[in-house]
């Protein structure tokens, strides 16, 4: 969490802000009459300024999704630093239950690469490779065996199949709890409906959205003496919005929002593109 503001991975923001849209429910099942190719380019920016871009492709065939991303720095960030990074999952669909089977990511940076890779068994992580090992610190939460058990990788859920019972932009599409593990932290989001809204990014999306608040709860594999960390998890100003993909009765992240030491940091999606094949 603590890298978000200007000089951190952007895959690894964007595959936190993909976890606000995690399912950990059971529902009517229905996947195999989905068939849906997602594309989608979003940017980070910060007090106006784009500090990267993150290139979005989604597929879901069936009770089988792989969704992958590709970010980096950009233009006079990309300058100051150069970073970066990727992240691949891939799974099945248990109805609506987005349910990963291996998870990729990593960054480089000047200074520091990183590395993760997780596969599941179930909801538990069952292998779990990290480069480098966070190191000991004795203000860091340790990670315990029962934290990597009935989670969900954040990246693996930045689409969000609904149930048909279930409206595309009601308040039943905010209102949950996830537990999130990406590799080194473990952390809970809480959503709840705030409202609707209507967006144009020009070659993105127009039209309504479902605006939910979001509150980042740490649980493990965080410094707990981390003054990011701890606005995070006591800021209400954590926002975000979904799009709908009637063609799979889904919700897909359009923008999120949240508070850094230098101000309001958003990614938006600038171009969204849903098709069929």
Same mark, same amino acid.
């Given at each position: ?58 597929? @879901? ?8 991303? /590709?970010?980096?720095?950009? *233009? #006079?960030? $990309? %300058? ?99 537990? @999130? ?8 989001? /809480?959503?709840?409906?705030? *409202? #609707?809204? $209507? %967006? ?78």
């Amino acid at each position: 969490m603590r890298g978000l503001p200007a000089t951190s991975s952007l895959i690894r923001a964007c595959a936190l802000f993909a976890g606000f849209f995690a399912l950990p429910g059971n529902q009517l099942a229905y996947a195999e009459d989905r068939n849906v190719l997602i594309e989608a380019r979003y940017e980070a920016r910060l007090l106006n300024m784009t500090l990267g871009v993150v290139f979005f492709a989604g597929k @879901i065939e069936g009770n089988e999704f792989a969704f992958s991303a /590709k970010a980096g720095t950009h *233009g #006079l960030t $990309r %300058v100051l630093i150069d970073i970066d990074g990727e992240a691949v999952s891939i799974g099945t669909l248990e109805g609506t239950t987005l349910r990963p089977e291996t998870h990729r990511y990593a960054y480089t940076a000047p200074k520091k690469n990183y590395s993760a890779y997780m596969a599941f068994d179930g909801t538990d992580i069952a292998k779990l490779e990290v480069d480098p090992i966070p190191k000991k610190k004795k203000a860091r939460i340790p990670v315990l065996d029962k934290h990597r058990k009935g989670v969900i990788d954040a990246f693996s859920a930045i689409v969000y199949p609904l149930s048909r019972e279930v409206e595309l932009l009601s308040p039943a599409a905010c209102d949950r709890e996830i537990p @999130i593990f990406d590799g080194r932290e473990r952390y809970d989001v /809480k959503l709840e409906y705030k *409202g #609707l809204d $209507r %967006v144009d990014t020009g070659n993105g999306y127009r039209g309504p959205v479902l605006v939910c608040r979001a509150r980042y709860i740490p649980i493990a594999g965080h410094r707990n003496d981390d003054e990011w960390t701890a606005q995070l998890s006591t800021t209400k100003e954590i926002e975000v919005r979904a799009a709908p993909v009637p063609e799979a009765h889904a919700l897909i992240l359009q923008e999120i929002r949240a508070p850094t030491p230098l101000g309001i940091a958003a990614v938006t999606a600038k171009t969204l593109k849903v098709s069929q094949p």
